[in-house]
Structures are given as structure tokens and as C-alpha cells.
């Protein structure tokens, strides 16, 4: 079922509501740090080799079989913006949603007991991707590529871009998305040994504090 099920998961059709999300790509847009198809790209990058990485280091380390609790705590330490914690914990209880009608799990559902008002994203998507049969490499996957292309599409409704160019953007950061995962998946198997301290904290003040400001606006077209 591997391939299968890592295509339905990273599917950006799948009704997780990711599709609500700008990954901080609205406010950067406002704030004119994004214009088009370069600047685009520069902001995927940073936000790939940043929150991607934690992400996906997160998901690993759930697939993997780590102690969901002690993640999503990991989780709300590398987020210093409320804002993001609380984006993070709305997409997580939406994915709980659509997991646990897609993939019945006994782990799911207890995660979900335990935090009814949704746990960190990552930490579900990794739990989801251990339902679903697959391994911590493919959450890592997951996750990082999901931090690129919700940017990505929400910039072509944004600014109009050209779908073709936002696609050839996510095409040419594909050799960094392997890298990234490949440090995500070795750092969320080292939890196993040396607990959540291996996973990375790469941190993105810009992201945070764009995130605060969002939050703030009376109207927006993102949720976050």
C-alpha cells in the first residue's frame, strides 16, 4: 500500500484544510516580499530549510513510533508565535478528522482523546503516516513538500501568478527538498536514543512575526 497511500496523503486534494493556509505567504505578499516567481522561490527556500525541517523532523520522529505527547510539546517550543501554535493545532484536528476516516488507528485515536482541540500538524501527519503503512522517510516528505506548495498555490491566487511558473519554482527546490529530509529523517530517528533534543529548532523570526500580524488583520483571504 506504501506508494499508494503516501499519494493520497501528500495530495493536496486530501481534506486536511491545508488549502486554507498560506504558510505565512499572504502577510509577505502585503508587506511586498513577494512580487512574483523569484521571490517566490526565495521565500519557499527559507521556509523549506526552516519550518519545513522542523516539520518534517517532527513527522519522522512520530512516524517512527516516538511519543506523540512528548512531540507535540517539541512542537510548541519551536513555535514561538501563538498565532502559528494555534494555526498548527487547527490544521492538526482537521487532519485527525480526515485520518481517522481514511486510516482507522487505535494511536490516532488516542492521540486525539488527548488533545481534543488538535495536536501540532506534523506530529498527526506522522502518526497518519504510520496508519497509512508508511515510514518516517515519507512523512518527512510529506511535510517539507506541504511547506512549499501550500506557499506556492496560495501565491497564484494571491498575485494571480502563473500556476506554470509556481509549479517550475516547487521543480527547482525538488534537490533541497531531498536534502532537507534526508536531515529530517536522521534527526527524528535519533529521538529514539536521545529524545526530542535531536530534533532540529531552525528558527524563522520573520515567519513568526508576519504570522502575529496576520492574526491581527480584520480581513484576509488566509487563515494563516
Known sequence: MGTAALLVLADGRFPAGGHAHSGGAEEAVKAGRITGAADLEAFCRGRLHTAGLVAAALAAAAADGADPAALDAAADARTP??????????????????????????????????????????????????????????????????????PATAVVRLLSLDPFEATAVLARLA?????????????????????????????????????????????????S
Open 81 to 150: 508565535s501563538p498565532a502559528l501554535r494555534l494555526a498548527a493545532r487547527r490544521l492538526g484536528r482537521q487532519l485527525m478528522r480526515a485520518a481517522r476516516a481514511t486510516w482507522p488507528s487505535p494511536e490516532l485515536d488516542a492521540l486525539a482523546r488527548e488533545f481534543p482541540k488538535g495536536a501540532h500538524q506534523p506530529v498527526v501527519l506522522g502518526l497518519t503516516a504510520r496508519a497509512a503503512g508508511l515510514g518516517p522517510e515519507d512523512a518527512a516528505y510529506c511535510a517539507a513538500y506541504e511547506s512549499m506548495s501550500g
Open 175 to 223: 534537490p533541497e527538498l531531498d536534502r532537507v529530509v534526508d536531515r529530517a529523517t536522521v534527526a527524528g530517528a535519533a529521538v529514539r536514543t536521545a529524545g526530542v533534543d535531536a530534533l532540529p529548532s531552525a528558527s524563522a523570526p520573520l515567519l513568526e512575526i508576519g504570522a502575529q500580524a496576520h492574526a491581527a488583520w480584520p480581513v484576509r483571504l488566509f487563515a
